[in-house]
């Protein structure tokens, strides 16, 4: 499993983790103008991060569901617009991954589009094509918080991969998201692909060996949303229209809470 460390300033009193994926540039039905908002934002953002968390190009095949003919730009030129797409922001990408759509183009002809994305930006060391463990630390935790090193900075870890599955129902996408849960211990866990954005948390009992206790801890999950138009393979396939609306996760300094807004 690759792990991230991402370190960020002591005065920090909140991060914000905006997630981007399912943006599918070079698919006609994408809604280029929402996406360029949404880096806007988190490049006006002074706490803003960000997780790209696959299928940011759409990358259709001739033998895939995807149609081929229908694309609005090339493999390349969807590269590069990805690449002028993020630069503004490629200093607060904290992770990245990549997602079924481009993974097909690795199967297919074994050029992984994604890794040459990060390279040009500068962040391929952020880059996991399976999924990423990010260790982030910022701000500073409340003197009662702990007991050795007042002082010390708040750590969350966040587990982030594109996903696959999931099947129509809303509950089903629900329990893909919930599953991340028996595959690593975090506090947050990011999951994308079934384009249904989702927010909820569980309870769990989180182990110190050192000494020797257990202390209950709510971890959090979210499903991020696709930046799609209704059309296309969705809705030849009846597949149902998915709110645009994707969440957004705060996390806090002084006490380890983790929140999303949706």
Request: net charge neutral; aromatic share 6%.
């Amino acid at each position: 499993m690759h792990c991230v460390r991402a370190d960020y300033p002591a005065d920090w009193l909140l991060a914000n983790v905006y997630i981007i994926a399912d943006t599918h540039i070079g698919d006609p039905n994408a809604d280029t103008r929402l996406i360029a908002r949404r880096v806007e934002q988190i490049a006006r953002d002074p706490q803003g991060l960000c997780i790209l968390n696959g299928d940011i190009m759409n990358t259709a095949l001739r033998n895939g569901v995807s149609d081929v003919y229908g694309e609005v730009a090339s493999p390349m030129q969807q590269i590069d617009d990805a690449c002028m797409l993020l630069e503004p922001i490629k200093q607060k990408i904290i992770g990245a991954t990549t997602g079924n759509h481009e993974a097909r183009t690795y199967k297919s002809d074994g050029i992984d589009m994604t890794r040459l994305v990060c390279r040009q930006l500068g962040i391929e060391d952020k880059y996991a094509p399976e999924g990423v463990l990010i260790f982030l630390r910022f701000g500073t935790r409340n003197s009662h918080s702990t007991h050795k090193g007042q002082n010390s900075a708040q750590w969350y870890s966040v587990y982030a991969t594109h996903g696959s599955g999931g099947g129509r129902k809303e509950g089903a996408k629900a329990i893909r998201l919930a599953d991340m849960a028996a595959i690593v211990d975090a506090d947050v866990y990011i999951h994308a692909h079934t384009h249904l954005p989702m927010v909820m948390k569980q309870s769990f009992y989180r182990v110190s060996n050192q000494q020797c206790s257990v202390q209950t801890v709510d971890k959090l999950f979210v499903n991020s949303a696709a930046t799609l138009s209704y059309g296309g393979y969705g809705q030849a396939q009846e597949y149902k229209p998915a709110s645009k609306s994707t969440p957004v996760i705060h996390l806090e300094a002084r006490e380890k809470r983790a929140t999303a807004t949706l």
